[in-house]
């Protein structure tokens, strides 16, 4: 369960942290330690120095702007990179890099990685995910945004929802039904669409915490060339399939190391208002530790598997519903530990909205409650609890399905 780490790895990890001492800021105490208006700038300057170095699509090809280097390799960085609390892109590279770029190098023709990653790493091309619709959510096959081909342009006509940073992209990857003849999971297309045009609009939802990272996004004659489509027309399915399972699969990388951060603030917090020594509170802190040395392994056990040639499966969704579950759990902690006072909230707010963006972050009862808001979204967002259990359930432990009405 344990990568293995050669003595050319321990090289190369130095000089991934030669790299974070020369560029960092002077006093870098992670990117939650940035004022919220400071952020994004830093995110600009940030990526075009990860871009010249080779590190911000690591295991890409070179030709395509990447690294060209290993799996282990690109494990490492990232691990370096959390515990500095470094980002490793730009607050739009997840879905650029990470989902659509991987799954392109999968699943896209040569003219189509020729065209979008090189213009994906030097920022010209910033994607965002659409998914997700108003009556398609957990049911994602039952989407009902159409594309019809009119003769080179796919005309795109519907509504996603919940599209998480629309408002910073370029570009969009969005599912559409193109068969309607066909059963639901066949007829669906995977689709590239530019998104400066005037049949596109994008609508921002306001969250609990004061944040607006989501969005509704509609789509009213909007017009994407033919040639991009990804994976062939009517094989959306597959390809969406794809991109779900490397988004969960690369979590695995980082997100034990960031919830190992955030689980000592929790800690601390405890001992601040004097909470320790409650043997109730202590009982809930040592199911944190576990739970969180638990998900280590679980990363170490996907990490190998990815170091070993394998790919991303259903066997992912196990380490999503574990993560999403505990955060909600670990977030409540929080607000019991600070009890009346999480109706008052004071201090700075945390770096980002999302999961375990700890590292420097302020450790205030604002930035508890914001997460204790957001861990609640974790269970939904990159598929819900409920669906999560489904497929471990059928697809990995060979479960009947569930009786269907």
């Excluded at 530019?194 to 596109?200: A, E, I, K």
Aim: net charge negative; with cysteine; hydrophobic share 40%.
């Amino acid at each position: 369960m344990n990568p293995n780490y050669s003595a050319e790895s321990d090289a190369f990890r130095s000089v991934v942290k030669t790299f974070l001492a020369d560029n960092l800021p002077d006093g870098w105490k992670g990117i939650g330690g940035l004022e919220p208006e400071e952020i994004h700038d830093f995110l600009m300057h940030w990526r075009v120095k990860l871009a010249e170095a080779r590190f911000l699509a690591p295991s890409w090809p070179v030709e395509y702007g990447g690294g060209g280097m290993s799996s282990l390799e690109s494990v490492i960085i990232a691990e370096e990179f959390e515990r500095v609390g470094a980002p490793t892109g730009g607050g739009n590279d997840a879905f650029s890099i990470s989902m659509f770029g991987n799954t392109l190098l999968m699943w896209g023709t040569d003219e189509q990685k020729a065209d979008f990653l090189p213009k994906i790493i030097s920022g010209e091309y910033v994607f965002c995910q659409g998914y997700s619709e108003p009556d398609a959510g957990s049911d994602l096959a039952g989407l009902g945004c159409k594309a019809e081909l009119d003769g080179d342009e796919w005309i795109i006509n519907g509504q996603k929802i919940w599209t998480s940073s629309a408002q910073y992209a370029n570009w969009i990857f969005v599912l559409c039904r193109t068969d309607q003849d066909v059963s639901k999971h066949k007829g669906i297309s995977f689709l590239a669409c530019p998104m400066d045009q005037p049949g596109l609009e994008i609508r921002p939802i306001a969250m609990l915490s004061g944040d607006t990272e989501f969005n509704e996004t509609f789509f009213d004659e909007a017009r994407t060339p033919k040639e991009n489509v990804v994976g062939g027309v009517n094989n959306g399915w597959g390809v969406a399939m794809t991109l779900l399972g490397l988004e969960r699969g690369e979590a695995a990388a980082t997100m034990p190391l960031q919830f190992r951060e955030e689980a000592d603030k929790l800690m601390a917090l405890a001992k601040k208002h004097g909470k320790a020594d409650d043997p109730r509170i202590r009982q809930r802190l040592a199911q944190v530790h576990c739970e969180v040395e638990i998900m280590r392994y679980m990363g170490m056990r996907t990490l190998t598997n990815f170091l070993g040639g394998g790919h991303p499966g259903p066997q992912e969704s196990t380490f999503k519903l574990y993560w999403s579950e505990y955060h909600k759990r670990m977030t409540e902690l929080a607000v019991d530990i600070l009890g009346a006072e999480a109706m008052t909230p004071t201090g700075s707010w945390r770096g980002r909205a999302f999961h375990g963006d700890w590292t420097g972050s302020p450790n205030t009862s604002t930035s508890w409650v914001g997460a204790f808001y957001n861990a609640r979204a974790g269970t939904i967002y990159a598929g819900t609890s409920q669906v999560q259990r489904n497929i471990v359930g059928e697809m990995v432990l060979g479960l009947p399905k569930e009786p269907r009405v």
